[in-house]
Antibody, heavy 122, light 108 residues
Framework: QVQLQESGPGLVKPSETLSLTCAVSGYSISSGSYWGWIRQPPGKGLEWIAS???????YYNPSLRSRVTISVDTSKNQFSLRLSSVTAADTAVFYC???????????????WGRGTTVIVSS | DIQMTQSPSSLPASVGDKVTITCRAS??????LNWYQQKPGKAPKLLIS???SLQSGVPSRFSGSGSGTDFTLTISSLQPEDFATYYC??????????FGPGTKVDIK
């Protein structure tokens, strides 16, 4: 059974860099699939942040591209997110997810972590 | 960028009701459309991919249809566990996504 677990600081100061890691169990990242980060501000909807293929190919939300870095560490079977220059508007629950695909055409997030809350505050 | 809209934003309903949620894309996305269910404090759950393909384990009362720019999620007979927020998501380009704003189905 594939499981994902987010980890990282729950509190980040404004202007600093938010760093999160998603540990994958029950599935080898090197086997394939894409992996992604999604966030949800309090009381609001879902926002896709970035995706990465196990080979390291990356895809970013244009609205966040200048501040986001997604990376993968196949040796540790995990992938990570860095979001720089954070403000209070970046306060959210951050989810990691497996991005499965069919026929190299249809992409969807079929396994999700439980989410981790990050608050940006001094 | 492809923008997604959903209607209604809120849908009061009763157990047993047939519920229909609409999702619209700002340009054609063929059938690259997924639906998720999210309950308070929980991660989203994939219901339907490729506009109409029901995820394994999802009850058959859920169905999806549409292509191009207009899509619908239908719950044929609403059950108590179906009260939740539903999101559509486009995946027109490889591993690039946009979510709709969500539709909250709550008790009438």
């Amino acid at each position: 059974q594939v499981q994902l677990q987010e980890s990282g600081p729950g509190l980040v100061k404004p202007s600093e860099t938010l760093s999160l890691t998603c540990a994958v169990s029950g599935y080898s990242i090197s086997s394939g699939s894409y992996w992604g980060w999604i966030r949800q501000p309090p009381g609001k909807g879902l926002e896709w942040i970035a995706s990465i293929y196990h080979t390291g190919s990356t895809y970013y939300n244009p609205s966040l591209r200048s501040r986001v870095t997604i990376s993968v560490d196949t040796s540790k079977n995990q992938f990570s997110l860095r979001l720089s220059s954070v403000t209070a508007a970046d306060t959210a629950v951050f989810y990691c997810a497996r991005v499965a695909y069919r026929d190299y055409l249809y992409y969807y997030m079929d396994v999700w972590g439980r989410g981790t809350t990050v608050i940006v505050s001094s | 960028d492809i923008q997604m809209t959903q209607s209604p934003s809120s849908l009061p309903a009763s157990v047993g009701d047939k519920v229909t949620i609409t999702c619209r894309a700002s340009q054609s996305i063929d059938s690259y459309l997924n639906w998720y269910q999210q309950k308070p404090g929980k991660a989203p759950k994939l219901l339907i991919s490729a506009a109409s393909s029901l995820q394994s384990g999802v009850p058959s009362r859920f169905s999806g249809s549409g292509s191009g720019t207009d899509f619908t999620l239908t719950i044929s007979s609403l059950q108590p566990e179906d009260f939740a927020t539903y999101y559509c998501q486009q995946s027109h380009s490889t591993a690039i996504f946009t979510f709709g704003p969500g539709t909250k189905v709550d008790i009438k």
